[in-house]
């Protein structure tokens, strides 16, 4: 009643007022959870635009770093040591390390055989076979994770995934944001923020960056691509695992979880630009806005196609994406 009162006396039907709150609210979790896919983005884009190799397994690096944060949470007892809640985000921060270690690992091992300087002898400078190796690694990864953990869903649930603040608009309306997302997205911003500031100001982001505009001039300047590009997988593989462990405190997973997302952080990159970093944050949060609008006038079981549906007239009007550019080839 109180409700109707309040509209009436500003002027605006009950439903007018519960849909501009619909509405508000349908843009805070665009907000929410874009932040967090805009962070896997960055990951991918990272990768993409130092070394020029297309990962298929990207997601599955996320879903293994859903299940290292787990498994540090549980198994190191940090939920006994630290409480539930400082618990949970320590496992996420410890799990970026064992990610870059086993991202280190794989590029030495296998992916520095189809990419880096190696390339020049191979057919189609090595995307044929880095095409087939990463998405040979995403089936063994994905396949070897549920014989490993099994495939009952796991999550990093805290108090303050059920817990939200609210923000009041007037007598009658409110905007709430659940307590944990808003972390996670601040985590990402966070994160964007040093990790543009180590690219641009740092010596090793100094060498990322001269590996992916010129190899060669920058191995006469005495860089090491190799090792930039193993750097820089690595990286993208922790940067990915923060972001699945900051999901996962929201949401449960299981061993097939980054098929689910893998998608997305492609979209993401291609949206933003190819190889642009900041760009690739702004494509997944683009994403995020459409997911969560759709539902103001589709089912969810459409939220995808919409998505694709934004994500085609946008590459129509704009092929090279937000902050790419366009190259002119002779």
């Given at each position: 009643v109180r409700r109707v009162v309040g509209a009436a006396?500003?002027?605006?039907?009950?439903?007018?007022a519960q849909g501009f709150e619909n509405l508000l609210q349908t843009l805070v979790a665009g907000v929410l959870t874009g932040s967090i896919y805009g962070l896997m983005c960055v990951g991918l884009a990272l990768i993409f635009g130092v070394m020029r190799v297309i990962n298929f397994?990207?997601?599955?690096?996320?879903?293994l770093g859903m299940y290292a944060a787990y498994y540090v949470l549980t198994l190191l007892g940090m939920q006994t040591l630290l409480g539930p809640l400082a618990g949970t985000y320590v496992s996420i921060v410890l799990a970026v390390p064992l990610l870059f270690g086993v991202g280190y690992a794989i590029h030495a091992l296998l992916i520095s055989r189809v990419s880096g300087t190696r390339t020049a002898a191979l057919d189609g400078e090595g995307h044929y076979a880095?095409?087939?190796?990463?998405?040979?690694i995403a089936l063994v990864m994905t396949n070897g994770a549920q014989m490993v953990f099994g495939s009952v869903m796991a999550t990093l649930r805290t108090p303050l995934t059920t817990a939200a603040w609210q923000l009041p608009l007037g007598e009658d309306m409110g905007v709430f944001f659940n307590k944990s997302r808003s972390i996670a997205a601040?985590?990402?911003?966070?994160c964007i923020a040093l990790i543009s500031q180590f690219i641009s100001r740092s010596r090793t982001g100094r060498e990322l960056r001269a590996a992916a505009d010129n190899p060669v001039a920058a191995t006469y300047m005495g860089i090491d691509v190799?090792?930039?590009h193993r750097v820089a997988f690595a990286l993208g593989s922790g940067i990915t695992a923060i972001a699945g462990g900051l999901l996962a405190t929201n949401y449960p997973f299981h061993p097939f979880v980054g098929v689910e997302y893998v998608i997305v952080m492609y979209a993401g990159v291609v949206l933003g630009g190819m190889g642009s970093?900041?760009?690739?944050?702004?494509?997944?949060?683009t994403i995020g806005l459409v997911q969560q609008m759709s539902t103001l006038v589709l089912p969810t079981q459409l939220q995808n196609a919409a998505i694709f549906v934004v994500f085609l007239l946008i590459v129509?009007?704009?092929?090279q994406g937000f902050f790419g550019r366009m190259v002119e080839r002779t």
């Open positions: 006396a500003r002027g605006r039907t009950p439903m007018n397994a990207q997601g599955d690096f996320m879903m880095q095409l087939i190796l990463t998405l040979g601040f985590a990402a911003f966070a190799d090792k930039a970093i900041i760009g690739a944050f702004w494509g997944g949060m129509f009007f704009r092929p």
